[in-house]
Each structure stands twice: as structure tokens, then as C-alpha cells.
């Protein structure tokens, strides 16, 4: 399906098709031994603005619980107002889940639908995996994020300025680190995947991110240099369904 030209002309679909997002790769802690999860905690908290909300996917449960942590702690001792944490993934017990998606609908629903942001009030962060990509309408001011497979890489920047009201709104992607369990060294059964994806499908996805970079360094509008990345064949073959069973 593809939107009519009428269609791309009404006010609220323009706002969303020509919504900025910029597109960086997070270069990690420059300080030789530092702790990259919780330099990007400092990060995130650095650069969240009250009133909006941050968001970051994790590709796994372990990794989304370790950054949600370290935010945490960074919070516990600080003397600023102190943005909501929640915590999104798919190990929750229903009523842990349900108690973890009030506490973000509450906050949605204080969002003024003109300015996109919730007037005096600190704002949300969300730490989450896979869970977000789809079915939860958010519009983030930030998003951080594991390089993914790259139909979850554009689930994923879909949920970033969503209704096109968050100002400078950014993605900064890093790829995933390697297992604490040493299950994707050479020779262990999952030596082909880092985490639950292919490390080729990661690989894939960097490629076509950084060509999406590119694009934007050249002059192109955000959604001008996805369509044109998603009209290669690197980018068909990497959305194809590959069923491993009839």
C-alpha cells in the first residue's frame, strides 16, 4: 500500500513524512576501560529534555536491564529533577508488564498534542527491547539503539519524532557487544549470531544505516534518503521473509 497523492498532502501526513530525524553512530567512552553501558547512561541523561521522552532498544532482556540499572543508579544520586524510568521487555509477569505501561501512558497522556512535549513535567525514559517496535504509538525526542536486523532498525526509527513535534530529534546506533556466556565465540552453536540475531543481518543493517547517513550528509531530507536506501537490492533482500518451515 502506498499513500495517494491527496493523501500526502493532508497537514498531519506531511508532519509525519517530512519529520527530521538525524541518523549518528554512538562512539562509545573514550577513556581506556570505562564501562560503555554506563557511559551511555550519562549520555542518555545528558541529552534527555524535560517534558519529552527518550527512548532506548536493546536487543536483548540482559542488556535493556543493565542500561536501565545504570541510569538508575546515575539518578539515585543526583539532586535535578529526575525523569521517569520505565522498563519494557518480555520476561514481565502480566501485572508487572501492566504497571510498567501505565506508568507510560500516564505520561503520554499528559503530552500536549501541539507541542508534542508534557508541559511540567520531567519527562520519560524508556528502556526497552524488541517489545516497542511495534504496537506502541511513542514519539521520542532520542532514541538509542543495538544495530538490528534491519526491519526492526526502521521499526525503530519510526517510534523517533513520530508525530513530527520533537525539535532536533537524533538516533545514535552502536552495534551490540559480544555474549558474557562466550556463546557466540568460534566454535559454540550460536557462533553466527551475536544475540538473538545473525551477525550478518547486523552487519546488513550498519551498511544500510551508514548509506542513510550519507544520504542525509548530501543534502537529502530524512525520509528522501531512507526511500532512496530502501529502493536498493541490499536493502529488498534484507526485508525478504525467509520461512525455515512449510
Sequence with gaps: FDLKPAERKEPAVKARINAHKGIEFWSGPTRRGADPTEAR??????QHQAGRLSLAILNTVPAARDLYRAIRDILAGSQEPQPEMVLLHGRFRPRDRQRQMDALQQFLDRVNPE?????????????????????VDISSVRLWSEVAPWASVIQRLGRLNREGLQPDAKAFFWMPGESEEKDNEKGAPNEK????????????????????QTGMGSGKDYRDALDAVLATTDSKDALKVEYDAV
Design 115 to 135: 507541542t508534542g512535549a508534557a508541559d511540567g513535567h520531567p519527562g520519560v525514559i524508556v528502556v526497552s527491547t524488541q517489545v516497542v517496535e511495534a504496537g
Design 193 to 212: 549470531r551475536v544475540g538473538p540475531y545473525l551477525r550478518a543481518e547486523l552487519d546488513t543493517a550498519r551498511k544500510l544505516l551508514t548509506e542513510v
Design 41 to 46: 547512561a550519562k549520555d542518555i541523561l545528558a
